[in-house]
């Protein structure tokens, strides 16, 4: 992951990052969960592995919105980000 935002560190301001940097955060909240112990969580397991699902769910919005703004520039279309009028 260090590999990939060293690489893409100017492109990826140039993008709707919000849904890549909640994923950052679920990422590094499951891996705070499973270094530390919490045995008052009912399930900690759960809490874990819940966490990194919700980064990996917010990861792939932000890749296929990205691709989609990416598809909508290569075809020289406007990126509709609005529902279209009845």
């Not at 112990?37 to 990861?59: K, Q, T, V």
């Amino acid at each position: 992951m260090l590999a990939y935002l060293a690489k893409l560190r100017s492109t990826i301001p140039g993008t709707d990052f919000v849904p890549f940097a909640i994923a950052l955060g679920f990422f590094f909240l499951s891996l705070f969960i499973d270094q530390n112990s919490f045995d008052w969580l009912p399930d900690p397991y759960l809490m874990e592995d819940g966490a990194r699902f919700a980064g990996i769910l917010f990861w792939l919005f932000y890749f296929f919105r990205t691709a989609c703004q990416a598809q909508a520039v290569i075809h020289d279309k406007p990126v509709d980000t609005e529902d279209p009028a009845p």
